[in-house]
């Protein structure tokens, strides 16, 4: 402990007793955070289920948190633990964590980026033709789910389009328990996600054994990444066993699919909401190339090349930030923000509130991407987290999200069908309720 507790603020609670209702208001009111940070401040706990949990938000609480070192370790609720496995970097901590994230960080290197980026071109180019050659009006976000799926399963797993398939229905089951109640009843999603799990994770045992028989019998490059894994090793310098490799694959297919889908939709949505933004972009996506020129993929659209995108995706991950919070848990007392937090305390790190947080917050409402090509920007942005878990996929998200936009305003011209409900569900990842409908045409 590096401070003196008598300098800091008692931490303040909220007063839920058996931690029932203010549960089931954290379930059903989006505001639920901010209402409370607005009452108590920036770091304030509560009781979720009896779990005691402390809500925090803004750059000085949140960077505090992130210079704690070993006094924090990472934290998921019981189902995602579950259904992630023991073995998993999301639930491991220190050196464990450490030599995972260095082995599977392999998988995200710009070598690496570039090899998948030809994939992602081709998986962008069908879904315009798809679109273009579908009934009209389309529901957009299962369109983009499979999107986002096709592409962690194709450019990380390498798979063919019917082993993608495959895995995608067992997926799809092994998700819906993942926010579920961890109750493992009969035919509950809870249990069906269990029984999931166990198929997924034979799937992708088998598509690793594909992998390393390729690759021992002298075969050329696979279409995936899988090869960059062989050699990784353990925190005493072992290789990694396949059962470990397994549940870190299971991991960056959760961790990557949901997510991506979900700020491809908010960015669609937002922009076809905001015509004048749209045709602001699309000015600059007029002096764009699409597809890039071969072996440029990855940085044809970059900040520096389409600052406007860039603003653009910004704004939406800033309104509609596709991981609302992650969590973390005390092993020790620690301070954020001059207030005492005692140890074995859930932290939540609430990204969508700090993002709508801070001077001039009224107009922190307004989606303005031009925000962010101002000079002086003083917006939080922490959309990837931060610290020793950031995310790890960040990379390929940015990519894969960078050549849709690019790929599909070029070619498509897209109008919102009218009198749909365009509200935003939120759990696990925001998302328009309704699917998001549209009528495509050539541009
Ligand atoms: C727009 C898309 C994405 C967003 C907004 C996002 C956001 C996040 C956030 C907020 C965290 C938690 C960070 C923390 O605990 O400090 C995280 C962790 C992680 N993300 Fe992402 N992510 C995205 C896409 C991806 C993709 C495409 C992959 C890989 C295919 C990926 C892999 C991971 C992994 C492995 C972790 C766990 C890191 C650790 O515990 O050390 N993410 N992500």
Request: hydrophobic residues 45%.
């Amino acid at each position: 402990m590096l401070f003196d507790p008598a300098t800091l603020r008692p931490l303040p609670i909220t007063p839920a007793v058996s931690g029932v209702l203010e549960t089931l208001s954290f379930l059903r009111d989006p505001d639920f955070a901010r209402s409370r940070f607005e009452r108590y401040g920036d770091v304030y706990g509560t009781t979720l289920l009896g779990q005691r949990t402390v809500f925090i938000r803004g750059e000085k609480a949140i960077s505090d948190l992130f210079a704690q070192g070993d006094a924090v370790e990472g934290w998921w609720p019981e189902s995602v633990r579950k259904l992630l496995g023991p073995l998993s970097l999301a639930n491991r901590n220190g050196v464990d964590h450490k030599a995972r994230r260095r082995v599977v960080g392999q998988l995200f290197a710009s070598s690496a980026l570039k090899r998948y980026s030809p994939a992602i071109v081709a998986l962008v180019d069908e879904l315009s033709g798809e679109l273009l050659g579908g009934a009209s009006p389309v529901a957009l976000v299962p369109k983009l789910r499979r999107f986002a799926f096709s592409v962690i399963a194709s450019t990380v797993l390498g798979l063919d389009p019917v082993d993608r398939e495959a895995l995608f229905v067992d997926f799809e089951t092994w998700c819906q328990g993942l926010f579920s109640l961890p109750f493992a009843l009969p035919g509950s999603p809870y249990a069906q996600a269990l029984q999931a799990r166990q198929r997924l994770l034979q799937r992708l045992g088998a598509v690793l054994k594909k992998a390393q028989s390729a690759a021992a019998a002298g075969a050329p490059l696979a279409a995936g990444g899988l090869d960059l894994l062989a050699g990784g090793l353990d925190e005493a310098g072992l290789p990694l066993g396949d059962d470990d490799v397994a549940e870190q694959l299971l991991l960056l297919l959760f961790a990557g699919y949901e997510t991506t889908a979900s700020s491809l939709s908010c960015l669609l949505l937002s922009l076809l909401q905001h015509p004048a933004e749209l045709a602001w972009l699309q000015q600059e996506l007029d002096g764009l190339p699409w597809p890039p020129a071969p072996g440029e993929a990855v940085t044809a659209f970059e900040a520096s090349r389409a600052p406007r995108l860039d603003a653009a995706l910004k704004e939406v991950m800033r309104l509609t930030p596709p991981v609302g919070g992650f969590f973390r848990r005390t092993r020790e007392p620690i301070a954020l923000a001059g207030v005492l937090v005692p140890a074995d305390r859930v932290v939540q790190v609430s990204i969508a509130a700090s993002h709508r947080y801070g001077s001039g917050s009224e107009d922190l409402e307004v989606f303005r991407p031009q925000r962010h090509l101002a000079v002086e920007r003083t917006v939080t942005l922490l959309p990837y987290g931060g610290g020793e878990r950031v995310c790890l996929g960040k990379a390929l998200a940015e990519l894969e999200i960078r050549l849709l936009a690019v790929g599909l305003l070029k070619q498509l011209s897209v109008e919102l069908e009218p009198d749909q409900d365009l509200t935003l569900s939120l759990i696990p990842s925001p998302s328009p309720k309704q699917g998001l409908l549209v009528r495509p045409c050539r541009r």
